[in-house]
């Protein structure tokens, strides 16, 4: 079946520590890819997002992302965290063209980061 | 631009009741859809509308019901609610149909059913 998965509920790191938080996916194809952002009481924030071309992409706030063909992977890094990172992530893909209803993000469980001061 | 925007921010209902979340942006974009995000379950795709007059079913449909009369709003109504409806709503809208649009998101109506 197609999925995604991210294997971390929750991760704690200190300030100024590096971050990767994992995403798999399991699908036929390479799916278009993406990582949201959701602040406490926000909405989803798009972060980067990987369709073709470089497979390390760069997004907002210091944010990237490697897409690793052979591993299913696209992990999200951050070289230095700062307090102010301290929220959920979560991977989505989206089936690459796909008709009619073709916008249909499908979601990971999502990673709770907690960052200590 | 507001974006999209949602309404109530919180809502608590009775079982049995009935209420409608709104949901509009000013963005000209075809594509809207309603998520519900619920703990360990990341966001599931309720309802979905590729224009004005064309609504079809996401993952989750039951319970819910939708419309697009126009390309601004995509209502989503709640005919009898239920505690399993519990839950965070987000909606969301994208340029069009193209797989390759960015989505942007509401800031999400928090919803308790008693």
């Known amino acids: 079946a197609q999925s995604v998965t991210q294997p971390d509920i929750h991760i704690t790191v200190s300030e100024g520590a590096s971050l990767e938080l994992r995403c798999n996916y399991s699908y036929g194809a390479t799916p278009y890819l993406f990582w949201y952002v959701q602040s406490p009481g926000q909405g989803l924030q798009l972060l980067l997002k990987?369709?073709?071309?470089?497979?390390l992409v760069q997004g907002i706030k210091g944010f990237e992302a490697e897409f690793k063909r052979s591993q299913s992977s696209f992990n999200l890094r951050k070289p230095s965290v700062h307090w102010s990172d301290a929220a959920e992530y979560f991977c989505?893909?989206?089936?690459?063209?796909?008709?009619?209803?073709?916008?249909?993000?499908?979601f990971g469980t999502g990673t709770q980061l907690k960052v200590e001061l | 631009n507001a974006g999209v925007t949602q309404t109530p921010k919180f809502q608590v209902l009775k079982t049995g009741q009935s209420m409608t979340l709104q949901c509009a942006q000013d963005m000209n974009h075809e594509y809207m859809s309603w998520y519900r995000q619920d703990p360990g379950m990341g966001l599931r795709l309720i309802h979905y509308?590729?224009?004005?007059?064309?609504?079809d079913q996401g993952e989750v449909p039951n319970g819910y019901n939708v419309s697009r009369s126009t390309t601004e709003d995509f209502p989503l109504r709640l005919l009898s609610a239920a505690p399993s409806q519990t839950s965070v709503y987000f909606c969301a809208s994208s340029r069009d149909r193209g797989s390759d649009n960015e989505q942007f998101f509401g800031p999400g109506t928090r919803l308790t059913v008693l």
């Open positions: 509308s590729v224009g004005a007059g064309i609504t």
């Open positions: 989505a893909v989206l089936l690459r063209g796909v008709t009619g209803g073709g916008n249909k993000l499908t």
């Open positions: 990987y369709f073709s071309g470089d497979t």
